[in-house]
């Protein structure tokens, strides 16, 4: 944001010019909708956060641990009705809330309306998951006694969230994290704390209290740290890089105390197999949507292409068409199907890599790096051995192998990279898809589809690996790891009978 508190990025007189001049013809509904989407983007400024100290994160943590026992004594249904309310007032802030991301994230306009409804998703989908979860379980035992199961919160959570879903994940975190009955300190990404602070905002309006969760913004390097550290802290949730939730994960193990448990969802070097039987159009479709889409900055994007021989220069040839049929640029044009890299570090470290594959593989298309917008234009490049494709690259790049023989060699090979997340299987023939899906590493088996845009409830998401400890968020088991759990048995013969347990 600038000093003076105006929006970030120029208004995007696109919008509003010759291309867009009004929405004339629109479906009433939809036309309503992008008037308020506009309207919202027309005052949008992204606010500045202030970074709080080591010392800050400290006091915070302390805060955090006195706030636990009450939150988590509330009924399950309190803390799962803020949940609610926090969805309704964040579906009913939807168009402010799209036109912060576009501008602090840089977000496409329709991946900032997916992901706010996936925050939404999240808040509603772990309120009903934890009701379910947190009610106490009669188990079957013997004749004179009474056991009981019963999921609570752990204490003091970390929470730190990645720039690339800087609302829905954060937010899926936390509610998570909060709902189980924990309390939060949350560290989001430091290039988007302001649609974080948005989500705290509506958090606490629908009835969290301050201290329950509070939002410590900065590095990495120093505020996370500094909360890692803290004695206080009960459990840490991380998305980002690999070796930063190794980082984590020795952090926590260096300290004095109790075991503090990490739910870690990392990279990925994600592949779709092609077979001979597939449909080159599906494959095509599948392939853009799920390599260049958010400009490849997921972690659940394609980044390496296998095509069986026979179909491959079909395959590649209508990859390059449609690849390069995108619009690259402006991320507030409504028309933009790629938008920037977040930042100059993120558009350094992919241009690396393209200067890399420029030696060592073939381009198949024409480059289009602007270091000015952080723009990259979708690239392709064949490489002839899937080992070459071992590293993450966070932008639009695919890499693209022809392959012969048995598909489970390529699988395993695949698997021997090291990560665990999504994978894409394109065959008309049912029986090889699931014993490749078997066989595969990878959290995410999608077959004959894309492989991004995982839905809450629906495709529970994360992996294994390099990519991550699961449990899968958005899954039924996601919400048990925030928990503690405790077996309570009693000897119902003594002291005159039945106890009447849990019955207020
Ligand atoms: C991430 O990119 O950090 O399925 C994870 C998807 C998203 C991925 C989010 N849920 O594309």
Request: some cysteine; proline content about 7%; hydrophobic content about 45%.
């Amino acid at each position: 944001a600038s000093e003076d508190g105006k929006p970030a990025f120029a208004l995007p007189a696109r919008l509003y010019g010759a291309q867009r001049p009004n929405s004339e013809g629109l479906d009433p509904a939809v036309a309503e909708h992008r008037e308020r989407l506009f309207a919202a983007w027309r005052q949008v400024a992204v606010p500045r956060v202030p970074e709080a100290s080591a010392g800050e994160a400290s006091a915070a943590a302390r805060r955090a641990a006195e706030a636990f026992d009450a939150w988590n004594h509330r009924p399950v249904a309190e803390r799962a009705a803020v949940l609610r309310r926090a969805a309704d007032a964040m579906q009913a802030q939807l168009p402010p809330l799209c036109a912060l991301l576009v501008a602090e994230a840089r977000k496409t306009w329709p991946d900032a309306i997916a992901e706010v409804r996936e925050a939404i998703d999240f808040l509603r989908y772990y309120a009903t998951e934890a009701e379910r979860l947190l009610a106490p379980v009669e188990l079957p035992g013997p004749t004179g006694e009474r056991n009981t199961l019963r999921l609570h919160g752990r204490g003091a959570w970390v929470c730190i969230s990645p720039w690339n879903f800087p609302l829905a994940i954060f937010t899926g975190q936390v509610a998570a994290a909060l709902v189980t009955g924990n309390t939060v300190l949350a560290k989001p990404a430091e290039q988007t704390p302001a649609i974080a602070r948005e989500a705290v905002r509506l958090l606490h309006a629908a009835g969290v209290p301050a201290e329950v969760l509070q939002l410590l913004h900065g590095p990495g390097e120093t505020v996370g740290a500094a909360l890692v550290a803290e004695p206080a802290v009960a459990g840490v949730v991380f998305t980002g890089s690999t070796p930063v939730a190794k980082a984590i994960q020795r952090a926590l193990a260096a300290k004095d105390g109790p075991i503090v448990p990490l739910i870690a969802e990392t990279g990925g070097v994600n592949a779709m197999l092609v077979d001979s039987s597939a449909l080159p159009e599906q494959v095509a479709d599948a392939v853009v949507q799920s390599a260049f889409r958010s400009a490849g900055q997921r972690c659940s994007a394609l980044r390496l292409l296998c095509v069986h021989e026979s179909i491959a220069d079909g395959v590649i040839e209508m990859v390059r068409g449609a690849a390069q049929a995108l619009v690259v640029g402006d991320p507030t044009d409504l028309a933009t199907d790629v938008g920037p890299l977040i930042d100059a570090e993120a558009f350094d470290g992919v241009a690396r890599h393209l200067a890399r594959l420029r030696t060592t593989a073939r381009a198949l298309l024409p480059e289009g790096e602007d270091a000015t917008t952080h723009t990259v234009a979708p690239q392709l490049f064949e490489i002839r051995h899937v080992a070459e494709a071992s590293q993450e690259i966070f932008g639009p790049v695919l890499q693209v192998l022809r392959w012969r023989g048995d598909p489970k060699d390529v699988i395993a090979q695949v698997n021997a990279l090291g990560y665990g997340l999504t994978l894409g299987l394109q065959t008309r023939i049912d029986s090889r898809a699931l014993a490749l899906a078997a066989q595969a590493r990878a959290g995410n088996v999608y077959v004959n589809r894309n492989t991004i845009g995982a839905v809450v409830g629906v495709q529970p998401f994360g992996g294994e690996g390099l990519s991550g400890t699961g449990p899968k968020a958005g899954g039924p088991h996601y919400l048990p790891r925030f928990c503690a759990e405790q077996t309570l048995t009693i000897n119902t013969t003594a002291a005159g009978g039945n106890v009447a347990l849990f019955s207020a």
